[in-house]
Every structure is written in C-alpha cells, then in structure tokens.
C-alpha cells in the first residue's frame, strides 16, 4: 500500500511559477513509476508528466512541454512538479498518482488506469 499527498497547490496569476509536491508513505515508493495527472471542472482527468524509476525517463503532455518539469527524490520518497509560465487554462486539481510498475512504454505512462495509488488532489489557479 502506499499513500500519497499533494501540497503547493494556489492561486497564481498568469506567467507566475508554482512548485508541487507529492509525498509518499506506506509501502516502498522508490520503484514504482509516478506521474501528475490533472482534472478541470467537467473534463475527464488528464496526464500531465510521469517519470519511471530510477528516474531517467520523463513524459510530458503537449500542452505543458517546455513548461513543467517532473522530478524525483528516491531517497525521501518524493515527487515534485515545477510549473512556470502558467496559464489560466492549466487551472483544475492536480493528482500525483503511483504505478505498482516501474518503467514503460509512453502509452502505458499517459493511461491514467495504469496506475494503482492517487492522492487526494491539489488545487491550481491561474488567474488572467
């Protein structure tokens, strides 16, 4: 089992930096795949970043490429999301979630089904 909270989450105007961060605990974290999925009011949850373990592949949606950037702390089983240059469409809850695998294809890392622990979710708005 492992359990994963989100903080950083806030009010941001747009072209402002905000850092998120997602901490796991429970079961061992460091070798499982991870990812930031997103969720704004009356769309379907989407992907925004993964990253495999040990942490040396990275996937990013289109729309946040060049903006966000995942990374990951093994050692203090963290997770973070650093994202500049935010716009008010980037605005919805924000979810970090965890996979029971390690390492896959860009498909399998996008599916929001492959993986198997979410967190609680974290608001983001970005104000025009």
């Known amino acids: 089992q492992v359990q994963l909270v989100e903080s950083g989450g806030g009010l941001v105007q747009a072209g402002g930096s905000l850092r998120l961060s997602c901490a796991a605990s429970?079961?061992?974290?460091?070798?499982?795949?991870v990812g930031w999925f997103r969720q704004a009011p009356g769309k379907e949850r989407e992907f925004v970043a993964a990253?495999?373990?040990?942490?040396?592949?990275?996937y990013s949606a289109d729309s946040v490429k060049g903006r966000f950037t995942i990374s990951r702390d093994n050692a203090r089983s963290t997770m973070a999301l650093q994202m500049n240059s935010l716009k008010p469409e980037d605005t919805a809850v924000y979810y970090c979630a965890a996979a029971l695998w390690s390492s896959g294809s860009m498909a399998t890392m996008r599916n929001r089904n492959e993986y198997r622990y979410w967190g609680q979710g974290t608001q983001v708005t970005v104000s025009s």
């Open positions: 990253i495999n373990w040990p942490g040396d592949i990275t």
């Open positions: 429970g079961r061992t974290f460091s070798t499982n795949a």
